[in-house]
């Protein structure tokens, strides 16, 4: 992501009323969970939480196949640097049919399952609450693990506040925090298609191509498996350098080594939520 343009002053002024108005709320949780997958969101949230509560926060990462080893290792980064408390935790989403199916409310069993074990935590640990990090953009996008959310009583509190992804970018630059520009991240088997079974061979395949792209030095990106052909989604800053003949042939030939038998380059560039395309038509 490309360093931007500060914000006015009425905008940085109305940004920090709504952080104003985010310590407030989270000063009357008697003890929180925080969801936690190392994205500038949840990075945000967390250290607003352990500012805010101390001890009485809780950072909580769950592992399974479909988080990559990169984003482990971007979380527990962000953990040593800010001195959020922390806690790894498994979940078994891939055990339930409905989420291997891959449907269109795959999310909605991922974070039904994310969410009973971070009940089950809380509980045990003497925590009150619950949260993840919905922005106010995100309610603009279709995402059923919202749904799980309010099933299960989970507290938005960046939502509440009203903070859109700008602010809180921008707000973590100000906090200094090393997730304020980190791109845009999601669980690996969103670069799946809906109706394609997720598998554990299939999402390693996927993380392989994406470590490949970090390795050549794209920086924000998405390879979309689509059985024997992948379909690479690059940032439109970054599209000039990918389509360059050199380039070009360095990506037929490591994703052929990885077993695809065609490699393509989508011409509109990587955009989130590419995939849902598919259920508007």
């Known amino acids: 992501m490309k360093q931007t343009i500060a914000p006015d002053p009425q905008e940085a002024a109305r940004a920090e009323e709504k952080q104003r108005h985010l310590f407030e709320s989270l000063a009357g949780c008697a003890g929180l969970l925080v969801a936690f997958s190392g994205g500038a969101d949840?990075?945000?949230l967390a250290w607003a939480a352990h500012?805010?509560?101390g001890k009485h926060s809780l950072a909580v990462t769950a592992l399974s196949p479909s988080f990559s080893a990169h984003d482990r290792a971007q979380a527990e980064a962000?953990?040593?640097?800010t001195g959020v408390f922390h806690e790894f935790?498994?979940?078994q989403e891939f055990d339930n049919p409905l989420y291997v199916a891959n449907n269109a409310d795959r999310c909605y069993h991922c974070k039904t399952e994310l969410f009973t074990r971070l009940d089950e935590l809380a509980a045990s640990r003497g925590f009150a609450a619950v949260a993840y990090a919905i922005n106010a953009d995100d309610t603009h996008d279709f995402r059923p693990g919202h749904r799980a959310a309010a099933e299960h009583r989970v507290l938005a509190p960046l939502l509440d506040a009203g903070l859109r992804k700008q602010e809180i970018r921008e707000l973590s630059r100000l906090a200094g925090l090393p997730t304020w520009d980190r791109p845009a991240s999601a669980c690996l088997s969103s670069r799946v298609p809906y109706g394609t079974p997720v598998t554990v061979e299939t999402l390693g395949l996927v993380e392989r191509g994406e470590a490949i792209l970090r390795e050549l030095g794209f920086r924000q990106f998405r390879v979309r498996f689509h059985q024997e052909l992948a379909r690479?989604?690059?940032?439109?800053?970054?599209?000039?350098h990918a389509l360059s003949p050199e380039m070009a042939q360095v990506l037929a030939s490591q994703f052929r080594k990885l077993g695809f038998?065609?490699?393509t380059l989508d011409l509109e560039g990587y955009r989130q939520g590419s995939l849902n395309a598919a259920l508007k038509k």
């Open 42 to 44: 949840s990075a945000y």
């Open 78 to 81: 962000f953990v040593r640097r």
């Open 89 to 91: 935790i498994e979940t």
């Open 261 to 263: 038998a065609y490699v």
């Open 51 to 53: 500012r805010v509560l």
């Open 232 to 240: 690479i989604e690059i940032a439109p800053e970054e599209m000039p």
